[in-house]
């Protein structure tokens, strides 16, 4: 079934109506009629949806039923050290897909690359909505400006995580899957988890220091060496075997 996003909060026996954009692309693309059903996601929730109006500038469709939704038991953030290229575009869509919460690209001691402009995380915005749409969540991730590394920190500080993991190449000794079992054997299981990956060139030793006296744990994710923009990936994959989502 079709899905579209509705940008205000949806209710079951309450008209949506969609966007121009996500009209067009209904009628002309699709060439959705009235009385087909579709699935809206609001960012909260999935809804079930007959179509009544069908033109390219704004459908119209009945709400008849939340719908259940694939969103994960825990709400991650991914701070990504920025990649180079469009790197940073892949890890959005697959973080997305995987059920990430929220992305913070972040410039680090060892980036290359550095914070692009406004436009460039509007488009990241549109991949993680469109990334939303074909893995049928409700959540779309929110994705920050790219920020510094101390901005990070400071965020951190003011709003912790309950589980704040680092992959830190130096790190050989503890899976973060042990780290992960063990904080739910003392504490239960995370509600909000926040992952640090490091650029190309990793994490520096001062960066892991101001980390650590955040109560970051420093964790690996096995003995090969992994690109950055597969580590979250991998980071993502392990956080969600261990809390039994996969």
């Known amino acids: 079934m079709h899905r579209f996003y509705v940008e205000h909060p949806a209710s079951a ?11 067009a692309h209904a009628a002309r693309v699709l060439r959705l009629r009235p009385g087909e059903e579709i699935v809206l996601l609001d960012g909260q929730t999935l809804w079930s949806a007959k179509l009544e109006v069908v033109n390219d500038r704004a459908c119209e469709a009945r709400v008849l039923s939340a719908l259940p939704s694939p969103e994960p ?34 410039e680090m001691t060892r980036c290359v690359a550095r914070g692009g402009k406004d436009s460039r995380r509007d488009r990241l915005s549109r ?42 190449e130096e790190e050989r000794a503890l899976p973060m899957s042990r780290a992960i079992a ?24 001062e960066e892991w220091e101001a980390l650590r006296a955040l109560g970051a744990v420093s964790v690996t994710l096995g003995p090969r060496i992994l690109r950055t923009e597969t580590a979250g990936l991998c980071a993502l994959s392990v956080l969600w075997a261990a809390l039994g989502e996969m």
């Open 13 to 23: 026996g309450k008209t949506a109506v969609l966007s121009p954009e996500e009209s």
């Open 73 to 106: 038991c825990a709400k991650v953030t991914l701070i990504q050290g920025l990649p180079k290229s469009d790197k940073l575009e892949w890890i959005v869509q697959k973080a997305t897909e995987l059920g990430v919460w929220a992305l913070w690209p972040v």
């Open 127 to 168: 991949i993680a909505l469109e990334a939303a749409k074909q893995s049928g969540r409700a959540h779309v991730p929110q994705i920050e400006p790219a920020q510094a590394f101390r901005q990070a920190l400071e965020a951190l500080k003011k709003d912790p995580p309950d589980l704040l993991l680092t992959a830190w």
């Open 182 to 205: 063990d904080f739910a054997a003392q504490h239960g299981r995370p509600g909000r988890v926040a992952v640090v990956i490091g650029p190309e060139g990793g994490i520096a030793a």
